[in-house]
């Protein structure tokens, strides 16, 4: 669960704030009630900068989808055409 912390709160409780990105949440900060930074484990960063490796390897999950969850995604809509006026 990502949490949002005011920049005070997250000085005051900085280890917290690491404890929870390591465990994979993304932690934002705050700066005058406006997002300014997020904290994330290394792991994450290195896989979100993706300097080594694709988009498409960045962005896949990381167990392989199954059948169903793929059919899911490429299914078309089957509705048939509307009439549209100018």
Avoid: N
């Amino acid at each position: 669960m990502q949490r949002t912390w005011q920049l005070q709160e997250a000085k005051a409780r900085f280890s917290e704030v690491v404890e929870q990105a390591l465990k994979g949440e993304a932690q934002t900060v705050t700066r005058r009630g406006r997002p300014a930074v997020v904290v994330l484990s290394w792991e994450t960063y290195t896989r979100l900068r993706g300097k080594d490796i694709s988009l498409f390897e960045a962005l896949r999950p990381p167990e392989p989808l199954s059948d169903e969850e793929a059919e899911a995604l490429s299914d078309r809509s089957r509705a048939g055409y509307r009439e549209v006026g100018f």
